[in-house]
């Protein structure tokens, strides 16, 4: 079974494979925006020091997943970067990380969590109804790959 755990420096390798995997398999390997680059790289500068945190399910040693909670303000933050390895979807592992970031999320007390996606991934938008989120109709996206945006408003 495995275990959620937060960011160590060791494991920023694995959220730069688990995220690149995922972009590339669903939108193609020129997929990354350059801007990702250094998020995925050094997420302790981007996502970590702004007051945002990542989760990883670990089992064995081995990471199979990770979430990014990233700080846009106070009240903001954004669920990003949800990857789960192929040989370990169907687990519950994308529902555990869930959990765990919004966890997370109450224990900052944001107000609302964002979710920038793209309809062609049918399960996690499946994933983000069954927990509430709502689709929000007009917004610019910060990645070219998305189309569907969704808020969750939370009362901590």
């Not at 064995?60 to 990770?66: E, N, Q």
Request: proline share 3%; glycine share 6%; net charge negative.
């Amino acid at each position: 079974m495995a275990q959620i755990e937060t960011w160590k420096e060791t494991y920023t390798v694995d959220f730069e494979r688990l995220t690149r995997d995922w972009i590339t398999r669903f939108f193609g390997k020129d997929a990354v925006e350059p801007f990702e680059v250094g998020i995925l790289s050094n997420p302790k500068q981007h996502i970590i020091d702004n007051g945002g945190q990542l989760f990883f399910a670990v089992e064995s040693g081995k990471v199979l997943g990770c979430v990014a909670v990233i700080r846009h303000n106070d009240t903001d933050y954004e669920l990003s970067k949800l990857a789960v390895s192929p040989e370990a979807q169907g687990k519950g592992l994308a529902s555990a990380l869930f959990e765990s970031a919004f966890d997370y999320a109450k224990s900052v007390e944001a107000k609302k969590l964002i979710i920038e996606s793209n309809t062609i991934l049918t399960p996690a938008l499946g994933l983000y109804k069954k927990y509430g989120f709502v689709e929000v109709k007009d917004f610019v996206p910060h990645y070219k790959r998305v189309n569907i945006k969704f808020e969750k408003e939370l009362n901590n």
